[in-house]
């Protein structure tokens, strides 16, 4: 019989709140820490790398409002005319922005009073903007070459934005305000700029605007500082993949192979050890699956061996019986014709004996399985049983007694009535079949160390000592001289047996001795576990 005990693992893990989402299981907890791996890698990447762009942005504004503040203090110095109203003397300033500034790597403005341009880094250094002429156009469909060029693209972004951006910047600069930031630039790109007021006392003279156009290779520097991550993030995804892919997808379609071989016949039972040593999920799975099937080999040899036997058994009665109807209608001595009806009335209660015991055998599973088990007083079934037999006896038959145990509580088992009630109906039976004429079987009860102790004794031969385990095997028949021909089927015990160790129980079998060594008789105990109150 299988057991009726399964096993499980919770889903998800223990513990209050949200905490109860996580799994808990092994297979869970990697696949969970591998996908959330590289997007860690790539979240601390952008992280650190967000860190070294604003601290690469912050540094060069530092460095412009320094080197600005050098710039204008100097102009302030060296270009400021007039008394007692200050200004700025627009040409001698602008000689001093071009001996101060660098235009190849930042543009430096000037502004007066009302915000005028009146000086710019890129004037004075003659800075001419290049760009790569486009191809040539194609040749005309009559022959001809074409050599006018394609019209260079639209500079990219707003200049009405950068513009305004720009003029919103002075004018807080002329409010004697230090504007630090990013703003667009006049070609649409980020520029990193500072404006600062040239002050005179507390007038306001002017404003330098200083501005760097190198954000975008801080840009740049900075998606290829993050590229590493990103490559890492890549490998340790893909490594997780096939990592996961080794460890679950191929096992899973392994188990599904042998299933298949298992469904077309080609094995009696899943065997995977390399899998099923695993201490996770799959391993836990590929031992179910194994036992599952090892279980189901099991039985389906056991449903061979015993449609093995019982064509044996049943060939032995139709052999006898096909003999007797052959012969009957040959012999005229009426007493020798009495002598083959005997014959063959013994043959059919023997084959009725044996299709009921099979019929039985046959429906056990399912007898067991019907209903749950429950606990009940075995003192009070096997006191029904005797009873039973008591009113069917008839005179000179083999009498039934019963014993129950000296307890004030009843002895409690756990368990399915109909067919712990079948097992004393077997042994009793059996016991009866083997007693003289007259005899009597003993039926008793007793609680012994939290456990039910049935026994049943008769007055018959005995059991051979050889045999007292061989009783409980399918088919065993051993009749004694004169007993009934076809009274047992050698089903009743293995069918006992069977249900007894479903219910967690023993049954053994041994011989009843005297003080001088003789049998006096068999003796069959069945043990079974006590219920809990």
Avoid: C
Avoid at 18 to 38: A, D, E, Q, T
Avoid at 197 to 210: C, D, M, N, S
Wanted: glycine share 8%; aromatic share 4%; hydrophobic share 45%.
């Amino acid at each position: 019989m299988a057991s009726d005990t399964a096993t499980a693992k919770p889903d998800r893990g223990p513990g209050p709140g949200w905490l109860r989402w996580l799994p808990n299981s092994r297979i869970g907890r990697l696949i969970l820490v591998l996908n959330m791996l590289g997007l860690a890698i790539l979240i601390v990447g952008a992280l650190v790398l967000n860190e070294l762009r604003r601290g690469l942005v912050n540094a060069r504004i530092d460095s412009l409002a320094t080197q600005g503040e050098l710039i204008a203090t100097i102009i302030d110095q060296t270009a400021t005319v007039g008394e007692p109203t200050p200004a700025l003397d627009a040409g001698y300033a602008s000689q001093v922005l071009q001996l101060l500034s660098n235009p190849r790597t930042q543009r430096a403005r000037l502004f007066d009073a009302h915000g005028k341009l009146i000086a710019d880094s890129y004037w004075v250094a003659d800075r001419v903007e290049w760009k790569v002429l486009p191809p040539a156009r194609a040749r005309d469909d009559d022959g001809g070459v074409n050599l006018q060029l394609q019209a260079p693209a639209a500079p990219p972004g707003p200049p009405n934005r950068a513009k305004e951006a720009l003029a919103r910047e002075v004018r807080e600069a002329l409010n004697g305000q230090h504007r630090a930031g990013m703003r667009l630039g006049d070609d649409g790109e980020q520029v990193v700029s500072v404006s600062l007021p040239i002050q005179h006392v507390q007038a306001v003279l002017g404003v330098l605007t200083l501005e760097a156009g190198d954000v975008d290779q801080v840009i740049a520097r900075q998606r290829a500082a993050m590229l590493p991550f990103i490559l890492l993030s890549i490998a340790v995804t893909l490594a997780s993949s096939l990592l996961l892919n080794n460890l679950i997808a191929h096992p899973v379609r392994r188990l599904a192979r042998a299933a298949d071989r298992v469904r077309l016949s080609r094995a009696r039972a899943i065997s995977l050890p390399d899998i099923a040593g695993r201490q996770d999920e799959l391993g836990d799975l590929t031992r179910s699956l194994e036992a599952m099937t090892g279980a189901l080999s099991e039985r389906m040899d056991a449903i061979e061996r015993f449609a093995a036997d019982v064509a044996h058994e049943i060939k032995n009665p139709l052999t006898s019986m096909r003999s007797a109807v052959e012969t009957l209608d040959i012999v005229t001595d009426p007493a020798a014709r009495e002598r083959l009806l005997r014959i063959l009335k013994l043959d059919v209660q023997r084959l009725d004996r044996l299709v009921t015991d099979i019929s039985n055998a046959s429906r056990l599973d399912a007898e067991l399985s019907r209903e749950d088990p429950r606990a009940f007083d075995l003192g009070r079934l096997m006191g029904e049983i005797v009873q039973l037999y008591d009113a069917q006896a008839r005179p000179g038959e083999v009498g039934v007694r019963f014993t129950p145990a000296q307890t004030l509580e009843p002895i409690l088992v756990s368990g399915r009535e109909g067919p712990i009630g079948q097992v004393f109906r077997n042994l009793i039976d059996n016991a009866r079949s083997f007693s003289p004429e007259g005899g009597e079987v003993r039926v008793t009860l007793e609680r012994q160390r939290g456990e039910a102790l049935a026994v049943v004794e008769d007055d018959g031969p005995g059991v051979p000592p050889d045999n007292l385990e061989t009783v409980f095997e399918r088919f065993y028949t051993s009749r004694p001289k004169g007993a009934a021909f076809g009274g047992n089927s050698g089903l009743g015990l293995s069918i006992a047996r069977q249900i007894v160790q479903a219910h967690g129980g023993t049954i053994r079998a041994e011989n009843r001795v005297d003080a001088a060594g003789a049998v006096q008789g068999a003796r069959f105990i069945v043990v079974l576990p006590e219920a809990r109150r």
